[in-house]
């Protein structure tokens, strides 16, 4: 097993503290499902397109537009601005918004939404060609919102800060347009700009729509809320606890098992969501042996998990009935930021004032599943990498300039990809 030196701080805090079916927006777009033997054979031949990165800047917050060729490679064409201010949490390591889906695409109405977690806000942009056009900008319903869910036209907007809630709103021509009483505590009460350990990661529907999930760190649960026909809220979730330390990202295979990142034990488990609201453990905590674990991303048949902890990625594989098993080699399926980044986690000093590595956390791949892009944002860049049939990374691109690095609790979060 690779040695797990360097980063302990963020795991031991962690420990303590506490998309796939059309019409869902997610980082990326729908998956679908591979034949046997190959990446992803039924989606439609690529053509290219785009990867959008969420600046984060304390000051002025921005989306950073490339264009994505065939063969992996980006080309910068255009910031643009959200009107809004990114935001820090408290002694984070490495993720200044400790969560995942903070930048999100639904391409049923070419629009992206991105999170502005330092004014409490949120902005939609219509997607025109290569360009961001017609910046929306509302209230986030709370303090320091940090995830979207996106289902039609129904949204919710996790908001990590104060008291912890999530909060409905309809996505019209004219941006989100908040829903009368859509608002449901979470039961977690924060600062207004919180720790990092104690902040809910995540929103999100599940593949039918008729539930909506929350990860929380400090309660170690996953709360569920049913969703009625017209996009309501239940009164209250119905709340399980993880069996794993810490639950932070979560996605969906093609069967609608869920499979969510433990970030105290860097594993991941897998559940049935029952339609009581219930969770069915069907595969319990497979830990890779790598560090801090807490983004997950599918592409094609296969999931890949970032590890900012060892500056790497490991690679998970689910079969038809929901049972996850570990890919790669010794936990590891790539490096982030190259070997010599690993090599930096690696003689790193335990408690180093700064963290080592390229600090991989964000990813995303596109819709035929061969293409997956890492965000990393102690080195400053995004890497793409192409998956093989197999399921192995190919690094085919780094993205060198053009984007923050991350320094004094800030940097750059959230990554889109179609």
Known sequence: MRKRTGVTIAAALLMTGGAVVTGIASAQETPKPAAKGSASSG????????????SNDPKANSILAFRRATNGKLTATGVFKTGGRGGSQKDNPFDPLASQESLVFDKAHRTVLVVNAGSNTVTTFRVRGERLVDPQTVASGGYFPTSIAVRGTSVFVLNAGGK???TGFELTSAGLKKVSGSTRELGVTNAVVPLFTDSPPQVGFTPN?????????????IEVFEVDGVGRLSAEAVSTTSVGAVPFSFVFDKNEHLLMTEAGNSGVSSYTVEKNGTLKAITRSVESGQKVLCWIARAGDFF??????????????????????????????????GAAAVKEVAEAEA????????????????????????????????????????????????????????????????????
């Open 209 to 221: 729509g008729k539930q909506l999930l929350v990860s929380t760190k400090s309660k170690n649960t």
């Open 43 to 54: 989606a439609a031949k690529d053509r290219g397109g785009m990867v959008l990165v969420q």
């Open 164 to 166: 912890t809630n999530v």
């Open 351 to 418: 408690g180093a004032a700064k963290a080592p590595g390229a600090g991989p956390i964000d990813l995303a791949a596109t819709a035929d599943g061969k293409l997956l892009y890492v965000q990393n944002t102690l080195a400053g860049t995004v890497e793409g990498f192409q998956v093989g049939a197999d399921g192995s990374l190919k690094l085919v691109t780094t993205l060198k300039t053009g984007l923050p690095v991350f320094k004094n609790g800030s940097g750059m979060e959230g990554i889109v990809v179609w």
């Open 304 to 337: 890949y998990g970032t590890n900012p902890g060892s500056s790497t990625i490991s690679q998970y594989i689910v079969d038809d009935k929901g049972h996850v098993g570990l890919g790669g080699k010794q936990g590891v399926i790539a490096d982030a930021g």
